[in-house]
């Protein structure tokens, strides 16, 4: 999974490193310092990290390719005629 934090909107509110500070970490009280590859196993702390983002300045490629099949358009319906 790779993460871009558009370091121009980011206001270093510091939610995502609370949030997953295995990822990101803020260097002094406005820098923020990130890893850009992040592990697999911080899916669901990046997620959430990236929903807290105030300024939305996050963005994960990877993150919704869980795997896991959720309920769509095509299950959990029936077309019985």
């Given at each position: 999974?790779?993460?871009?934090?558009?370091?121009?909107?980011?206001?270093?509110y510091a939610q995502c490193a609370f949030l997953a500070p295995d990822v990101f970490a803020m260097h002094g009280e406005e820098s923020l310092v990130y890893n850009p590859h992040?592990?697999?196993?911080?899916?669901?702390?990046?997620?959430?990290?990236?929903?807290?983002?105030?300024?939305?300045?996050i963005t994960a490629d990877g993150l919704d390719d869980t795997g896991e099949a959720g309920p769509g358009p095509e299950q959990g319906t029936s077309d019985a005629r």
């Open positions: 999974m790779r993460l871009v934090v558009d370091l121009n909107k980011c206001q270093g992040a592990p697999e196993e911080q899916r669901e702390r990046l997620a959430r990290a990236v929903a807290a983002c105030p300024v939305q300045a």
